[in-house]
């Protein structure tokens, strides 16, 4: 959609370049990168967009311990990706669900976080397989957690002058497994729910740890701790979990709207932390 | 497929004007220019129900570039109407150009013309309004509570004034045969009652209008519009202006679905607007316009049925309650329809139907794909699979056995529009349908992964038609059928057609031109259509009621075999033989059986019109003589989720009785386009207003979605059947096909839904929440059973 008062337009080359025009740009100044949201509306208060696409930001690198993945990554790169696929499994799931492939093709993984939508697909998977974000001023480079990094529907901590760099998830070691989940109205509409879950399992192949998170059931998507505890020690054994999931209740406060009643927000949340448990724990001892 | 007799039917040709759209070429509505154009915004009332009690626009005209702003006071007060299908005796004029008395969020408060679309914009926003707020009625229950607000002061019919009491604008109730005797005389007797939803016509492209004033005062109009010369008289006749003065183009559309059957007043206001300026006024409505302005008619249908015990149907009762929205584009016709077409679905002496159509505070609504006829079949298409396993009757030897038959008498548009029946491939149709989803292996087979019981799969069917076209035996009262085309040669020997049907995207103007190159022996690519205009085309009724082939083909075929019997007399003559001793093919002439001695039908046209042996040329005018249903039966697969209540079609059979097939290319994409649409009503679709404030919920595609081809069955899974059926009263035998392909598909949804898990959702969509709900609600019963049944637990599990 039209943005009514752009005036300016910055296609910088460098990330200290994009953070200068950032920092120095007197108007309402926003960054954009697939734009697949940005411009799904018309933003009046918005003077001049910084649009990231030429900054090196679309990488998936193996770091010492953890992979990197540039925010300016698009869901078809990380679809790309061998090796998000085979110890990532939650986002590459998640990736492959996002909407359809032609805005696959140019929607990014930051912009997602950036939208901070609580339906947001690519986020669940980041809280589940404990990522930490990378955020860049003229200064520094800081690190969050997505715990810390979302604040509310559609609000996140970044401010003006910074740039969501990059995503940093640990590998695991042993065995583990991880899965997605989202229950929606048809093949491109946002989640009415969502969930991404992690287990390891020990020497007996029962659950050792596990990462639980929810998504568009509250605020911002929630990790279910109780639930999380209640699966250590099981081996997702379909009836045990038929019980414990029950926990998803606690953490979650969901909404009506047009896609959903509450009411039925609760129930498929509870179907898919189920559903997902078990993905993720056959994924984990190779099933 | 039918064994093919033809030369160019039958084969899959490209539409005339595919290479254009592919290339992005040619030149939709919206794409116009002209200099010195004028841009229009229309200011939309913000309340469902409001009375404007002063409007001050003195701010907005300082607004750069505006050129004029108008309001109620300024638009002629004249009650219009907004389509013109029906005769104008029927019609419901109930609205001006700009109110005073607003109906629903997004009613016409204010129009500006300005310069450019952001000045407009611009000058919306110092638009000063103050409403005086009414309660709304948004549903039709609540429009017809006593208490209810009166939404309409003012409306006539024809030229009639009609009495309005509360909200009812029209009623019906009409009786064949002995409808109490039928009911008392039957073994087994079923009474349901089903709702519909409102979908949104969810065209690509979005209403657009360029209204060009000419040297010679008057006025050119450029619209997306289902029919020029209907569009010419709801312009004239809301502007107080002779039809003459307008000259209505013809333009390709890109879909339409119904939602250009009406003019949605902001056609009317462009012109009114271009006639105060004497400039240039285009008009686009936004999406969110689009979803404030067309829609099907939500409907409540009530079906009583008697049946024998062998399942013959001996009496049929429909009570349908319609809601046409905030004004009456359809008048009283989509309640007379909705009731009407469940008389025509099957054999039955004794029928009667209800009615009331009702104005509601919710955006007017209008023909969508299937006018009316979706409702009707969603209620009789359940009720039959109901009553057939009440009846302990296999459901397709239910509706075999009670099919109108060749010879019966078929209400066409209701018991108004009456025409026999000529052609049926019912039987194929049903027999192929069966064999290809698996009826008999997978009725009774449920489950298709064992690992995953709660995953389980049902098949259903539902059949069901459309007319095609209004044609009747008889002139009838209450819709306007009749259709023109002129043809000529060209010296090169192309043929040019000039006609007025649209073609709404479905290829409409190609099968017209496959019509002339078969009649006359041309090559496809030899015949040219001309797009023209009121100024240059014949008379034509719109193109809706799937007659755009049907009916507006009728004249085409006509004016070419009079124009191919010139061309064999003057090729004869050339010959120095008898007409009868030619043939034409391939855009040549020869004697029979001597097809290398041959000239170039541009040869033979050449020597007519430089000899002076006439003009090759021919102007002819039919009024079709007949509605003939094309038949459908819709046979899907489903895999029913009982743990989320999410639906997929895994499999579907849609099986088509069009007659001939004039291009396949194009009945295959109306085939699986209306399965698609139909996939959606039964699932998703549905727009939602507040209940008290009529806010729209989901008036955008973020919102209001519509299934994805993701959402389909892999195309390997949709199996296409066409009847080999030939129609006597057709062009070259075809029979419509654009709306019929819809009709049952919801209801086939239903009831495959209901073999998986053995639960009915009566209200539209069966969304996968109101699924959900009822699953548990089934499988608490099933628990409670369970007790002392144990293996019940089987049917529905979590
Ligand atoms: C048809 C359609 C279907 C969709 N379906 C889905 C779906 O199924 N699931 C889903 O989750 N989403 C969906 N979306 C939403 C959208 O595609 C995703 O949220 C996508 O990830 C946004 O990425 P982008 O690159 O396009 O972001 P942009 O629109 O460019 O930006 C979004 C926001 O993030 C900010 N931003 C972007 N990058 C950065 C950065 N590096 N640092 C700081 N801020 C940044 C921008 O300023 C902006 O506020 C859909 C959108 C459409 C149009």
């Not at chain 1, 520094?140 to 609000?155: A, H, Y």
Request: hydrophobic residues 40%; aromatic residues 6%.
């Amino acid at each position: 959609m039209k943005q009514s008062n752009l005036r300016e337009y910055f296609r910088p080359k460098t990330l200290d370049e994009a953070l200068s025009i950032l920092n120095s740009y007197e108007g309402e100044i926003k960054i954009i990168a697939g734009g697949t949201d940005m411009l799904a509306d018309d933003h009046k208060e918005i003077e001049a967009l910084l649009d990231i696409d030429q900054l090196g930001l679309n990488y998936i690198e193996k770091a010492d311990g953890y992979i990197r993945i540039g925010s300016a990554t698009t869901y078809t790169e990380i679809l790309n990706s061998d090796e998000i696929y085979e110890n990532f499994r939650a986002i590459w799931d998640s990736a492959s669900v996002v909407a359809d492939k032609s805005i696959r093709n140019i929607a990014t993984i930051g912009g997602n976080l950036g939208s901070a939508v609580p339906s947001g697909d690519a986020i669940p998977p980041l809280y589940a397989l404990d990522a930490t974000l990378v955020i860049k001023t003229t200064t520094e480079e800081k690190k969050v957690k997505p715990e810390d990094f979302f604040t509310g529907p559609r609000k996140n901590i970044l401010k003006k002058g910074e740039i969501l760099k990059e995503i940093q998830i640990p590998y695991s070691d042993g065995a583990f497994g991880s899965d997605f989940e989202k229950i929606a109205r048809n093949s491109v509409d946002l989640a009415t729910a969502n969930i991404a879950v992690f287990v390891k399992i020990d020497e007996d192949k029962k659950i050792s740890d596990a990462r639980i998170a929810l998504g568009a059931v509250a605020p911002t998507v929630v990790r279910a701790d109780k639930l999380e505890k209640a699966v250590i020690g099981t081996k997702a054994e379909e009836e045990k979990l038929e019980e414990i999931v029950k926990a998803v209740e606690d953490v979650i406060s969901p909404i009506s709207d047009v896609r959903s009643s509450a009411d039925y927000r609760y129930k498929v949340s509870r179907v898919i932390a189920k559903r997902a448990i078990m993905k993720a724990y056959d994924r984990a001892i190779g099933k | 497929m039918p064994v093919n007799k033809y030369d160019v039917l039958g084969k899959r040709l490209d539409k005339i004007e595919a290479r254009q759209k592919a290339t992005g070429k040619l030149k939709f509505t919206g794409d116009l220019k002209f200099p010195g154009m004028l841009h229009c915004k229309i200011l939309r009332s913000p309340h469902a129900h409001a009375i404007v009690k002063s409007i001050d626009t003195s701010e907005a005209f300082k607004v750069d570039g505006v050129v004029d702003v108008i309001t109620y006071e300024d638009v002629p007060k004249i009650l219009s109407m907004h389509q013109f299908l029906h005769v104008p005796e029927v019609m419901y004029y109930d609205s001006y150009l700009l109110e005073k008395h607003v109906r629903h969020v997004g009613d016409r408060v204010a129009a500006v013309a300005a310069t450019t679309e952001e000045a407009a914009k611009e000058a919306l926003k110092k638009i000063k309004v103050e409403y005086e707020i009414l309660p709304a009625a948004i549903t039709a229950e609540d429009a017809l509570k006593p208490d209810a607000a009166q939404i309409h002061e003012e409306a006539k019919r024809g030229d009639k004034p009609v009495e309005l009491k509360g909200n009812v604008l029209d009623t019906c109730d009409v009786t064949i045969g002995d409808v109490d005797k039928g009911f008392a005389d039957a073994d087994y007797v079923i009474e349901r009652t089903y709702r519909t939803s409102k979908p949104n016509n969810g065209q690509l492209e979005r209403t657009a209008v360029v209204c060009v004033p000419r040297d010679d005062g008057r006025l050119d109009v450029y619209a997306t519009s289902q029919g020029i010369h209907a569009m010419r008289m709801n312009i004239s006749h809301s502007l107080g202006i002779p039809a003459s003065k307008l000259n209505c183009h013809r333009m390709y559309l890109g879909g339409t679905f119904g939602a250009h059957i009406h003019t949605g007043f902001i056609e009317n206001i462009c012109a009114f607007l271009a006639l105060r300026t004497g400039r240039p006024v285009r008009g686009e409505k936004t999406r969110e316009e689009m979803f404030l302005s067309c829609g099907r008619h939500p409907m409540i249908v009530k079906v009583k049925a008697g049946f024998t015990k062998d399942g013959k149907l001996l009496a049929l009762h429909s009570d349908v309650t319609d809601d046409t929205g905030s004004y009456a584009f359809s008048g009283s016709s989509k309640m007379a329809l909705t009731a009407g077409f469940t008389l025509s679905m099957y054999k039955c002496p004794n029928l009667r139907i209800t009615g009331r159509s009702v104005y509601t505070n919710t955006p007017p609504l209008t023909a969508m794909r299937g006018a009316g006829n979706p409702q009707a079949h969603w209620a009789v298409e359940n009720m039959m699979e109901e009553a057939a396993e009440d009846l302990g009757i296999d459901p397709i030897e239910l509706r075999r056995m009670n099919l109108l038959q060749v010879g019966d008498r078929f209400f066409g548009q209701g018991p108004q529009v009456i025409s026999t029946i000529r052609s049926s491939g019912n039987d194929q149709l049903l027999e192929k349908g069966k064999k290809l989803i698996g009826w008999d292996e997978k009725r009774n087979n449920h489950i298709p992964y064992p690992d995953k019981p709660w995953i389980r799969r049902g098949v259903g069917m539902a059949r069901g038609f459309h007319t095609s076209g209004c044609g009747s035996e008889k002139p009838n009262a209450f819709i306007i059928d009749h259709s023109c085309a002129t043809l000529k040669m060209n010296e090169d020997g192309t043929a040019q057609l000039m006609n007025a049907a649209a073609d709404l995207g479905a290829g409409t103007l190609s099968a017209h031109a496959s019509l002339v190159a078969e009649v006359i022996g041309l090559k496809y690519e030899d015949v040219i259509v001309n797009l023209g205009d009121s100024d240059s085309a014949p008379f034509d009724g719109p193109t809706h009621a799937s007659r755009g082939l049907y009916g507006a083909g009728q004249p085409v075929v006509k004016a070419a075999e009079e124009v191919k019997q010139i061309l064999l007399e003057w090729a004869a003559r050339m010959f120095q033989c008898g007409p009868e001793d030619v043939e034409i093919k391939e855009s040549k002439v020869f004697k029979h059986n001597e097809p290398e001695n041959y000239i170039p039908v541009a040869d033979v046209v050449r020597k007519g019109h430089f000899s002076g042996w006439g003009a090759a040329a021919s102007t002819a005018s039919v009024r079709p003589k007949a509605c003939p249903p094309h038949f459908i039966a819709i046979f899907v697969e489903v895999e029913v989720n009982t743990l989320t209540g999410q639906v997929k079609v895994v499999n579907a059979v849609s099986g088509v009785d069009t007659g001939t097939v004039v291009n396949l290319n194009n009945v295959e994409g109306q085939m699986v386009g209306g399965l698609h649409m139909g996939m959606g009503y039964a699932l998703i679709e549905d727009t939602i207003f507040d209940r008290k404030t009529g806010e729209p919920k989901n008036a955008s595609f973020a919102g209001f979605h519509i299934l994805t081809v993701k959402d389909m069955p892999d195309p390997d899974n949709i199996d296409l059947v066409i009847a080999d059926t030939f129609e006597p009263t057709g062009p070259l035998g075809a029979k419509g096909i654009g709306e019929g392909v819809t009709n049952p598909v919801a209801p086939a949804v239903a009831n495959a839904i209901y073999n998986a898990v053995g639960v009915r959702i009566n209200d539209l969509p069966m969304t996968q929440e109101k699924l959900l709900a009822k699953i548990k609600e089934v499988e608490a019963k099933m628990d409670d059973l369970a007790m002392t049944q144990k293996n019940v637990k089987e049917t529905v599990r979590e």
